[in-house]
């Protein structure tokens, strides 16, 4: 028996490593299909592209009914400052939720920065080397998704203003006052589809069926009860 435990590990000592670890997804990892470019998304998404532009501006607050697209666009967003206008070097992103969990916060910045914690890291030691790590970009993007109510960005470890000039965060909330209690210099509303638009989507998700004279009266009646917000429109 040893001498085939033996005969192995001699066999495996030929190998050298050849694996390598995986890269940090990237923010266009996070996007999904084709990105719907309506007149009312258009222009909010141009709002938010303005104001990472603006080097005045630093946190941006994007708010609007659930199901209204505000986590598509800020993808989209996130994807366009990184690759095409390279405004950012880096481009995270984490799912704050309405009962937000720190350690799952900070675990979704530090996957996309290719950052490991220890298991026995306490929350404030996490902290302080995620703020290191994030520090160690020029210029990075942090979107907030999902947030219901105000969130210490330095409990989280996220460095902003005079703590780190090139940091830059979007937040996404269902309310407006979530925008005030975080002091965003930027508050940008996204409203539902007008009448036209939210037909335009669903027919492009129901196909030509639409146009059967015998249903194209029953699909507008389910397009309009879709209330213009695009999370319905694409069921």
């Known amino acids: 028996m040893m001498n ?4 192995l590990q001699q066999i495996g000592g030929c190998f050298k490593v050849v ?3 995986l890269s940090p997804p990237p923010i266009e990892a996070l996007c999904e299909g084709d990105f719907n470019v309506f007149e009312s ?3 909010v998404m141009e709002k938010v592209m303005n104001a990472l532009r603006d080097q005045s501006t630093n946190f941006i607050g994007l708010y609007g009914m659930g199901g209204v697209g505000k986590t598509t666009l800020v993808k989209e967003v996130g994807k366009r400052v990184q690759n095409e206008e390279k405004i950012f070097n880096k481009v995270v992103m984490a799912a704050v939720s309405q009962d937000p969990v720190l350690r799952n916060i900070q675990d979704d910045i530090a996957n996309m920065l290719d950052l490991n914690f220890d298991p026995n890291e306490n929350e404030t030691t996490r902290a302080w ?4 790590r994030m520090k160690k970009e020029n210029t990075i993007l942090v979107i907030l998704d999902d947030v219901w109510e105000r969130l210490e960005l330095g409990d989280v470890g996220i460095p902003h203003s005079d703590n780190h000039k090139g940091c830059e965060i979007i937040l996404t909330t269902r309310r407006e006052q979530v925008c005030r209690a975080m002091e965003v210099q930027e508050r940008i509303l996204l409203v539902t589809l007008c ?10 998700k129901a196909g030509s069926v639409v146009d059967d004279d015998n249903l194209r009266h029953v699909a507008r009646e389910v397009a309009k009860e879709c209330g213009g917000l695009p999370i319905a429109l694409k069921e």
Request: net charge neutral.
């Open 41 to 43: 998304t258009r222009q």
């Open 4 to 7: 085939g435990v033996n005969e």
């Open 195 to 204: 009448e036209q638009d939210a037909w335009s989507l669903f027919k492009s």
């Open 19 to 21: 694996s390598h670890p």
């Open 129 to 132: 080397r995620l703020s290191g």
